[in-house]
């Protein structure tokens, strides 16, 4: 219940963010959507705590900038050895990650590919993750495990 | 002020553009799908974060800031799905990677430190 609610307040907060009109009868037709959407969610019982993950919603908030700042890191890395001034040397390696839920270990498998020269191709249910990289330094980088670590920090509730 | 923010929207803009060229690029010039990928992504995050970014400033504080950063958010959210599907349907059809030095799969790997 407290999902379905949340989900209605999420989606008239977007939907008043994406108008910008306030007349009432144009808000009273967005209540109306709104509520025509949880009632779908609920009836194809899709609403639950990974379609709106609340427990995570404020410590993602520090996970996030983290993130955006590997992504730049790895970016610049990446445009090195496109453009030549590095080689590059690719790499498949194997990793076991550390989450308990499902919603972990698809937060860990989007976050590595969403940071260039790595991505993972496959995940399996035991949570081994199998990792392309561009180079042998970018494979090793996830032997330090920082980015396994904070996302088992981020579902850890 | 507002020439300030002028400047910054104009460098954002530049460097995202030149993002998105060195992605072009490596699309052509890697070896295979899984490193043009990597290349791609480039385009995806960087190109696209910063193209956002030098539009927020052009913007400012209105609603259409607002929808910048949901574009923002949709697209860090879609460009990993997409490129997994896409990999992992490589591999899954059975393309190999071309690795350096043929060398084998590494076995499974610790993360805690441990190789």
């Given at each position: 219940m407290v999902h379905a609610v949340s989900l209605g307040l999420i989606l008239f907060a977007t939907w008043l963010l994406m108008s910008g009109v306030y007349i009432p009868f144009i808000l009273l037709l967005g209540v109306f959507s709104c509520a025509v959407v949880v009632l779908i969610a609920m009836r194809m019982d899709v609403i639950d705590h990974e379609a709106?993950?609340?427990?995570i919603t404020f410590r993602s908030l520090l996970y996030w900038p983290w993130l955006l700042w590997e992504i730049v890191k790895a970016n610049i890395d990446v445009t090195k050895r496109v453009l030549g001034l590095a080689p590059i040397s690719p790499t498949m390696t194997r990793l076991q990650a550390t989450q308990k839920t499902d919603l972990g270990l698809v937060i860990f498998a989007n976050s590595i590919t969403l940071t260039?020269?790595?991505?993972?191709i496959d995940v399996e249910e035991n949570g081994e993750i199998l990792v392309h990289a561009i180079s042998r330094e970018g494979a090793k980088g996830?032997?330090?495990g920082e980015m396994d670590r904070r996302v088992t920090e981020l579902e850890d509730a | 002020m507002e020439q300030v923010l002028d400047i910054l929207s104009w460098i954002c803009l530049i460097v995202g553009s030149f993002f998105v060229l060195v992605g072009g690029i490596g699309v052509l010039r890697m070896p295979d799908v899984y490193t043009r990928s990597h290349a791609a992504g480039i385009t995806d995050t960087m190109g696209a974060l910063l193209i956002l970014v030098g539009l927020m400033f052009q913007a400012g504080l209105t609603l259409i800031t607002v929808k910048l950063v949901m574009i923002l958010i949709f697209l860090l959210f879609t460009s990993p799905a997409s490129s997994h599907a896409l990999n992992h349907t490589a591999w899954a059809n059975g393309l190999r990677p071309k690795l350096e030095d043929d060398s084998p799969i590494k076995p499974l790997g610790k993360t805690d430190g441990r190789e």
């Open positions: 709106v993950p609340l427990h260039p020269g790595t991505i993972s996830f032997a330090d | -």
